[in-house]
């Protein structure tokens, strides 16, 4: 479990990335939703240990990230994949996670060896595990990134945006796999694609300008935009009178818009099931 | 030892013996300040043996301990030459003393009237003009009272077997370099139950007949010099005809006397001048190779190396009384002076010598009338172990007069090196040097001198004037790659679209390499010492290293994100270098110049015009350099590390690609033609011209390695993979 | 124990990294192909001939303790510095960073880690180039003392490497990239070197002086190239370098535990 107290993070320039955020996280897959600089990386940078909270208080597993003891041991338990990463180029995809192994405090080899086998299985990368890491495509870099996350049975995995630059099969397979892991293991997935959170996150948060707007389930979410989507079709001017657009469509009509909000009867409306994304969107349409 | 010290009029010295009832009186005294660890003293001893009671004069002598704990009893006695050599003081840091000192103490002596000991005959070196010199030396010495006519070789031998008996040596090892052969073979005569063995270098045996030798010697030894030059490859290249070279210009000297000046003192170079320097000059290993460029120079009109030599030549021409008082004792009595010029004329004329009639006179006015002692001119007899050591190119003690001296020695062994000049074991090399301690190690075993013939070949210089039309080629050779690039590179960015970025560049390129060049800069214009001509360095120093620092970093294809989206853009991308390149030029040249003109300030520059561009040539080498190894290897710091290399190097050695040094073979065959691109030239150390020659090629190379860099990034597909296309 | 083996992780990973980038190969090759060139160079200088090699034992090994040290001064103050400077600023470069910074390694490790690899790789450049010296001097041109040879590389050279490389990379620890990196390095190795100038008389201030003139100029005098004796001793020289490495690591040391807390 992982409860975050009136967490703030305040840059040089006087930047607030993080506004005063309480968060408990329990033991199972926990989706984080945010726009583009909301603080999502920032919030999981804290919770890993990389960067240090300007006020507040967070503890993994009953570890207090502000000690040096409770962030080791926290991180003894972490498996964490940045949102951006680099690699050693003229390392091999195995030699590299074999040091991160060491790092991560297996020492022993056959463990270790063992341990690597699974998790290149697992991003299926087996195949070219000896190949050097320039080689590689950056789909294959980011599984990589996975696979090292993956290493030392982590309690705790912070994914942050791990779905970008996937295929769309690797993607799925990737859902399926953090879904597996969920039994085990709570999962901090980090996204803006809705998408991902709907497939496999029960509990989820959504952050804007560094504060927590929603928490709950992903049905609340879409809940809150019951009875606000709408189908507009025209002949190519678009719907306005407040509504937001979430997508158009080409129809033999016109031009079929889904809008959220209360479109003008003028456009004759058919009310339809919202989404997640409509939730999202909605939501973040709303006034702070 | 040199022929200009010769005399005629004869006196008569009487052989005389050491008197052992005569107790000599030993005192410790302090060495010179490079001999702290060993042991000093002064001996006292009567300054005419022939009359004990008159004055005494004092002799230095220096004890150099062996680094064993048990030294064997038979030290070596070191005689050096001269006459009027210093030995107490000498470096004993050489393998063959070292060697030496493994097994025995080595005990060096101060001759007579040479340096501590007291009173010296040694007189200051004031001008060109030995015999003015000599004169006025002669008036200094016989103010002090000093009988010349006792400093001579007999006196000098006494001297020795007094030495040995005062330090209570049984038996000794003489090593005699030169005239101290000549002492050493004396001693053999004289005293020969005090000596083990004898290592005689560059031998001068008292039956010499040193003028008519060298008369006859001078043209063999010259024509020695003409075979070596065409026997080198890189010398009879560069120098074809050496033997025709140097007959047309002392024809021409003979004929139009050159005018030199050396330190303010006018010198006239005729004909007789240059034969008699080659000559001497051929005995002097470290100048033999630079021979050839010598002639060479001569005939293009540059007198440089020559006014350097003359001046060398004139101050190793010690002025000393020792000197005179042998030779016009020992030697110039014995001289048939009519025989002489009978022989004289029958040689061709550049290989004549002159008649000096000057030095018989100077010996009738440092003399007087002397009277001859016939034993001077005896060879020497002796069954004492004796190795002769033999220079081939040796026109001081010539070979020949080892084997001369060898005649009458029935253990002695003569030793003669190829390509070698006067004192032998001055070059001491691992086949002199083992030759030397075997023989001390066991007297009686003839030496094996197998590996003597062996000596590597000598390696010649190449001087300016043979190289300047290659500097010139490759200056205009360069010169023409790099328009072609630019221009091919310019043409098109009239031809395609070409928005600068100036304000970009310049964020990217950071303010770290401009603060510092501006920080280093004040920084020791202000606190450092250095002299006037380093000072005047600074800027073409720094200021291109900070470049070449930029420059390494200014495009680094594995870590620039934004390559692919520059490389995109309709702009030529050759442009995303060349503006980063302008915009560090241009911040890196205001800082030059504001360090250019606060150099020409501090150290009061006339040349202020030279100040203000000289650093150019090196930043654009060492700029083009760093672009050009970061952009092909991709590693920044590589370039960076092969710049700093280039840069210490030339900065602190550079001065080794100069002519007429001579590099180690085989790169002998590439130094010569290397001058033209050493970036940190000083203009003071070749003509002015060539200086500025040398600074065009430097600035062409680094516009090519510019242009090079620039044509590497409009190959895109490498630039963005690595991979070649 | 689990930070000694994470620090040995980082040096094998950095070795063999180091190894497999041009930058380090071209430079060993280069040192070699300079060894190599100077023994045969030296070959035709010293003209030995076999029967007196051993008789030339004091000489030869002068000639190659002098050349060792020139050769040893110039690799080890200028070249393997700047080589090694950027291996905690590229992990920044590239970003791999973030990634080991999030296992329980602490950051003093890490420092420490990559200090202990930086050495690790020096010495993997320079043992070869010392062997390969050695075997082609003892074949080509003589015999000679190689205690004396030893100690020129394990008291002379070696503590040279240790300081000046581990100054680099420890204050090199901030820098954001490899181009600051290189700018450290040009602070450390030349900057000195200029403002002290090279110069035996100089005394306290050349302990601050990345050619370690002490050292320097004890060798010098011991291989007989020049009479002139440092007016610093090399035992100062090293400690006194030793101790400015040890007072940087501090500093960095207290500098991460301010900064992260730990």
């Known amino acids: 479990m992982i409860e975050i107290q009136n967490l703030t993070k305040t840059y040089k320039g006087n930047i607030q990335a993080l506004k005063g955020i309480d968060l408990t996280i329990e033991n199972k897959m926990f989706g984080l939703l945010g726009a583009n600089g909301a603080g999502k990386t920032t919030l999981m940078r804290i919770v890993a240990g990389l960067l240090k909270p300007t006020d507040g208080r967070v503890t993994v597993f009953g570890h207090d990230m502000a000690t040096l003891k409770g962030k080791q041991a926290a991180k003894g338990l972490l498996g964490y994949l940045p949102q951006e990463f680099g690699l050693y180029q003229t390392l091999t995809a195995r030699e590299f996670l074999d040091y991160v192994a060491i790092l991560k405090g297996i020492t022993d080899s056959q463990r270790r060896q063992r341990e690597i086998d699974e998790v290149l299985e697992k991003v299926r990368l087996s195949d070219v595990a000896n190949r050097r890491l320039k080689s590689y495509s950056g789909g294959m870099k980011r599984r990589v990134g996975i696979a090292q996350a993956l290493l030392g049975n982590p309690k705790l995995l912070i994914v942050d945006e791990p779905t970008v630059g996937l295929d769309p099969e690797e993607r799925v397979r990737l859902r399926n796999l953090l879904s597996d892991m969920a039994a085990t293991c709570t999962i901090i997935l980090s996204t803006h694609i809705v998408e991902d959170i709907n497939q496999s996150c029960n509990d989820l948060a959504v952050i804007r300008d560094g504060a927590v707007v929603f928490r709950g389930a992903p049905r609340d979410l879409i809940q809150n935009a019951k009875g606000k989507v709408w189908h507009v079709t025209t002949d190519g001017e678009r719907p306005n009178g407040g509504v937001a657009i979430v997508s158009t469509r080409q129809v033999q009509e016109g031009v079929q818009y889904r809008v959220l909000g209360q479109p003008d009867s003028l456009y004759q409306p058919t009310a339809i099931e919202p989404s997640l994304e409509d939730g999202y969107i909605w939501l973040m349409n709303q006034q702070p | ?598 150099t020409v300030w501090i150290t009061q520059d006339a040349q202020w015009v030279l100040a203000l561009v000289r650093w150019i040539p090196p930043m654009l080498m060492l700029g083009g350099l760093a672009v050009y190894i970061s952009i092909r290897s991709r590693v920044p710091v590589f370039a960076m590390v092969a710049v700093l290399l280039v840069w210490f190097g030339m900065v602190a050695v550079g001065d080794l690609l100069l002519p007429p040094n001579v590099a180690p073979y085989p790169l002998n065959y590439f130094q010569p033609w290397l001058w033209p691109y050493q970036p940190y030239l000083k203009p003071e150390s070749l003509s002015m011209d060539d200086y500025w020659l040398n600074r065009l090629v430097v600035a062409v190379v680094g516009i090519v390695l510019v242009g090079l860099s620039l044509r590497e990034v409009e190959n895109e597909e490498r630039m963005l993979t690595g991979d070649k296309a | 124990m689990n930070a000694l083996y994470q620090m040995w992780a980082i040096a094998r990973v950095e070795y063999r990294m180091q190894w497999r980038q041009r930058g380090m190969i071209v430079i060993a090759l280069a040192m070699l192909l300079i060894m190599v060139t100077t023994i045969v160079l030296m070959a035709s200088e010293f003209n030995t001939d076999r029967e007196f090699r051993d008789k030339f034992a004091t000489a030869s090994t002068d000639a190659i303790t002098s050349l060792t040290f020139i050769l040893a001064v110039t690799s080890v103050c200028v070249l393997l510095p700047f080589v090694l400077v950027n291996l905690i600023p590229r992990d920044r470069q590239i970003g791999v960073i973030e990634i080991l910074h999030s296992t329980p390694m602490s950051s003093t490790t890490y420092l420490t880690g990559k200090l202990i690899a930086g050495w690790v790789t020096a010495l993997s450049g320079l043992v070869p180039g010392a062997i390969v010296m050695a075997v082609l001097w003892y074949i080509i041109i003589a015999p000679f003392n190689i205690l004396s040879y030893l100690e020129i590389w394990l008291v002379g050279a070696l503590p040279l490497m240790v300081i000046n490389v581990g100054l680099v990379i420890v204050l090199a620890f901030r820098m954001p990239d490899s181009r600051m990196a290189v700018a450290v390095a040009v602070g450390v190795i030349v900057l000195p070197w200029f403002i002290i100038g090279f110069d035996p008389r100089n005394d306290w201030l050349d302990i601050f002086n990345s050619f370690r003139p002490g050292v320097f100029f004890h060798y010098t005098d011991v291989s007989a190239i020049d009479d002139e004796i440092g007016a610093l001793s090399p035992t100062i020289t090293i400690l006194s370098g030793l101790a400015q490495l040890a007072l940087a690591w501090l500093g960095a040391v207290a500098w991460l535990r301010w900064r992260n807390g730990y």
């Open chain 2, 1 to 598: 030892m040199r022929r200009l010290m010769l005399g005629l009029l004869l006196f008569m010295v009487s052989p005389v013996a050491a008197q052992d009832n005569k107790p000599a009186r030993w005192e410790p005294a302090p060495c010179p300040a490079n001999w702290q660890e060993h042991e000093c003293g002064y001996l006292t001893v009567p300054e005419d043996y022939a009359h004990p009671e008159g004055p005494s004069i004092r002799l230095m002598v220096g004890i150099v301990r062996s680094t064993a704990e048990n030294p064997l009893p038979d030290p070596v006695l070191v005689l050096v030459g001269g006459p009027g050599g210093r030995a107490v003081g000498l470096s004993v840091d050489t393998p063959l003393v070292e060697a030496i000192r493994q097994e025995r103490d080595l005990i060096y002596l101060d001759q007579r009237g040479s340096g501590a000991s007291q009173p010296s005959l040694a007189c200051p070196h004031q001008s060109l003009d030995y015999v003015a010199d000599m004169r006025a030396c002669y008036a200094a010495l016989t103010a002090q009272d000093i009988n010349l006519a006792a400093y001579t070789t007999t006196q000098n031998a006494a001297d020795v077997e007094m030495l040995r008996q005062t330090l209570g040596i049984e038996r000794w090892n003489l090593w005699g370099t030169s005239y101290g052969t000549r002492l050493g073979l004396v001693v053999m005569r004289d005293y020969p139950d005090g000596v083990r063995s004898a290592i005689l270098d560059s031998v001068f045996p008292p039956n010499a007949n040193l003028y008519l030798d060298e008369a006859l010697g001078i043209e063999p030894m010259l024509y020695k010099l003409f075979d070596a030059c065409h026997d080198d490859l890189l010398c009879t290249l560069v120098y074809p005809d050496l033997q025709g070279r140097y007959e047309r210009l002392f024809a021409q000297l003979e004929h139009e006397p050159i005018e030199l000046v050396i330190n303010d003192e006018p010198f006239v170079l005729d004909g007789d001048a240059l034969q008699t320097g080659l000559y001497q000059l051929i005995a002097d290993q470290s100048i033999f190779p630079l021979l050839p460029s010598l002639l060479d120079d001569l005939e293009h009109g540059e007198y440089e190396l020559s006014e350097r030599l003359v001046d060398a030549v004139a101050r190793s021409n010690a002025v000393h009384g020792m000197a005179l008082s042998v030779m016009c004792s020992e030697e110039a009595p014995f001289v048939d002076w009519q025989g002489l010029e009978a022989v004289y004329e029958t040689l061709p004329r550049p290989y004549r010598p002159m008649l000096s009639v000057t030095s018989r006179e100077l010996c009738h006015e440092w003399l007087g009338e002397v009277v001859a002692n016939p034993i001077d001119n005896q060879s020497i007899v002796s069954d004492i172990p004796t190795l002769l050591l033999a220079g081939e190119y040796d026109t001081a003690t010539p070979p020949r007069y080892a084997y001369l001296a060898a005649e009458t020695l029935t253990n002695g062994y003569v030793v003669e090196f190829p390509r070698t000049g006067h004192v032998v074991l001055n070059g001491v090399n691992a086949c002199s040097m083992g030759i030397v301690i075997s023989f001390l190690d066991n007297p009686a075993v003839p030496p094996n001198t197998a590996c003597a013939s062996r000596i590597h070949r000598t390696q010649f210089a190449v001087g300016i004037p043979a190289t300047r039309p290659w500097a010139w080629f490759s200056g205009v050779a360069l010169g023409l790659v790099a328009l072609a690039l630019i221009g091919s590179m310019g043409i098109a960015a009239y031809t395609r679209p070409r928005q600068p970025a100036w304000a970009v560049s310049w964020r990217l390129l950071g303010w770290v390499a401009p603060l510092a060049s501006v920080g280093l800069l004040v920084l020791t214009l202000f606190t450092s010492d250095f002299d006037v001509a380093d000072t005047r360095r600074l800027v073409e120093i720094i200021v291109p290293l900070a470049v070449a620092f930029q420059a390494a970093f200014a495009l680094t294809p594995d870590s620039d994100r934004a390559l692919e989206i520059l490389m995109a853009c309709p702009r030529r991308p050759f442009w995303i270098l060349l503006e980063r390149l302008l915009v560090i030029v241009a911040i890196q040249s205001i800082i030059a110049m504001g360090g250019a003109l606060l």
